[in-house]
């Protein structure tokens, strides 16, 4: 049951939640708050494979993604998550930790609780004025605008990389961030839940740790829950940016082919080829104009 009871909200954002929560009352589901951002993605006209800076803007400045704060605090597994991110930086001792797009302030406010000692910073592009309300009352957690390079003794982003159209660009900026022997926990959804998880990232389901092992981090772990990954920072790496955007081709086209195999292998055949459509939407045009075309050379 979701409540909208102790949040900063203000008048129009509480009739906008109130009028989000009438559409699927307020026992919501993760499927019913997917369906609506999907919705409103749509309405705003936003597509996947081209980056509108306006549009997207729009998008994730909506009340669903104070909803979506709101649903993840009260969601038993979605705090679960968060829980477990922050019992994993606890045991590593960070003086100085860096919340990468957390803008609602749950996870810091976790990991203040079990480490009272450290600093937290907040960076997101759109913070919503809860989470910088909420957190007024912390002195050990601030939001920041520009987070230095090498200053933080660990960094955790959940659900981040999988909504950007160059992932790889932005990980290498993260990874900046931390100091040399420093963590990082992450957690990725590459995967087409919601209209939001851009095509292009998904091929990063297999290779992502790899690329992670060529910025400079190790693998350590899992997360108690086994949801987020544990890196170490064993070097400090100046990405060779011209092998790392050939190998991304490499992995984007091994997806696609995974994909199409898939697709053509009768497992679960309508899944996997919307997936390739997702991930590749020239795909079926360009074969049905092949198709197309060998009709009328055989005419």
Not at 20 to 26: I, N, R
Not at 172 to 192: E, H, Q, R, S
Not at 233 to 241: C, T
């Amino acid at each position: 049951m979701i409540s909208l009871d102790n949040y900063w909200l203000s008048i129009d954002e509480r009739e906008a939640l109130e009028s989000l929560l009438a559409q699927v009352g307020h026992d919501m589901s993760l499927n019913d708050l997917y369906r609506m951002m999907d919705e409103i993605w749509f309405s705003y006209g936003c597509e996947s494979s081209c980056y509108d800076e306006k549009k997207y803007a729009q998008f994730y400045s909506h009340p669903i993604w104070l909803l979506n704060g709101i649903f993840v605090e009260q969601h038993r597994e979605s705090r679960a998550n968060r829980v477990a991110i922050a019992e994993a930086l606890r045991l590593t001792e960070s003086k100085t930790i860096l919340d990468f797009g957390g803008g609602f302030g749950t996870l810091a406010r976790l990991i203040t609780e079990l480490m009272p000692e450290s600093r937290i910073d907040i960076w997101d592009p759109f913070p919503p004025r809860h989470g910088i309300e909420v957190c007024k009352s912390i002195p050990n957690i601030q939001f920041i605008s520009s987070p230095q390079d090498e200053s933080y003794d660990a960094l955790t982003c959940t659900d981040v990389l999988e909504h950007v159209h160059d992932p790889l660009l932005l990980l290498a900026d993260m990874i900046a961030k931390v100091k040399l022997g420093g963590t990082l926990v992450i957690y990725n959804c590459f995967y087409p839940l919601i209209q939001c998880h851009l095509p292009c990232t998904f091929h990063f389901i297999r290779t992502f740790d790899e690329f992670c092992a060529m910025l400079g981090l190790d693998v350590v772990g899992k997360t108690s829950d086994d949801h987020a990954t544990i890196y170490k920072k064993v070097s400090s790496v100046v990405p060779d940016w011209a092998r790392l955007r050939k190998l991304e081709a490499q992995s984007r086209l091994a997806y696609r082919m995974e994909c199409w195999r898939k697709a053509n292998s009768g497992a679960s055949s309508l899944r996997y080829k919307l997936e390739l459509a997702r991930a590749s939407p020239l795909y079926y045009p360009e074969k049905c104009m092949t198709k197309l075309i060998n009709v009328f050379r055989s005419i």
